[in-house]
T-cell receptor
Framework: DAKTTQPPSMDCAEGRAANLPCNHS???????VYWYRQIHSQGPQYIIH???NNETNEMASLIITEDRKSSTLILPHATLRDTAVYYC????????????FGKGITLSVRP | NAGVTQTPKFRILKIGQSMTLQCTQD?????MYWYRQDPGMGLKLIYY???????DKGEVPNGYNVSRSTTEDFPLRLELAAPSQTSVYFC?????????????FGQGTRLTVV
């Protein structure tokens, strides 16, 4: 699975959009981008995934660049409960490839 | 829905003791995983299984053993506990459906070895 690079931390104001970047310059054509988050001391939680088209669900939006070398997770209206570590993971879908976590990005939402 | 259940939630072990961390899922998922997470660090894969009777090593398997005799259960065994195994352990399961391989995680077992 391709590697990902995320900044260690960022913050945003409550109610504003949080844009979390991820670089995956070595991504292969059959690899998807997945995002998980881990709220303090809890198990990670799936957020969203995509291949090349932008995706949106009730939690977030995922924007993938045309060359697929980077992506952005958008939380449109961040709340204090969105304070967490967010992991960007690249892997082949539908196979037994391992789910490998990096250090992630720590998002702090301030009041 | 129970999802992924881990027991115990907390445990203190003495050096050299052994224990089994239990993990069970009721979603009929074929893939299961064990991770450890040290303070301030990301998750590291210990072992994983793609189905009953099949297990494979992850990044940090030394000092651990697993078995997968049923689809539901994936216990993690520590034979000779060492302080370096102090960590939070997470179990997860998934069932690939098309492109979605969403993994579901348990709430973790916090282990301290003294």
């Amino acid at each position: 699975d391709a590697k990902t690079t995320q900044p260690p931390s960022m913050d945003c104001a409550e109610g504003r959009a949080a844009n979390l970047p991820c670089n995956h310059s070595t991504i292969s054509g059959n690899e998807y981008v997945y995002w998980y988050r881990q709220i303090h001391s809890q198990g990670p939680q799936y957020i969203i995934h995509g291949l090349k088209n932008n995706e949106t669900n009730e939690m977030a939006s995922l924007i993938i660049t045309e060359d697929r070398k980077s992506s952005t997770l958008i939380l449109p209206h961040a709340t204090l409960r969105d304070t967490a570590v967010y992991y960007c993971i690249v892997r082949v879908a539908g196979t037994n490839s391992k789910l490998t976590f990096g250090k992630g990005i720590t998002l702090s939402v301030r009041p | 829905n129970a999802g992924v259940t881990q027991t115990p939630k907390f445990r203190i072990l003495k050096i050299g003791q052994s224990m089994t961390l239990q993990c069970t899922q009721d979603m009929n998922h074929n893939y299961m995983y064990w991770y450890r997470q040290d303070p301030g660090m990301g998750l590291k894969l210990i072992y994983y299984s793609v189905g009953a009777g099949i297990t494979d090593k992850g990044e940090v398997p030394n000092g651990y053993n697993v078995s997968r005799s049923t689809t539901e259960d994936f216990p993690l065994r520590l034979e000779l506990a060492a302080p370096s195994q102090t960590s939070v352990y997470f179990c997860a399961s998934s069932f690939p459906r098309g492109t979605n391989t969403e993994a579901f995680f348990g709430q973790g077992t916090r282990l301290t070895v003294v």
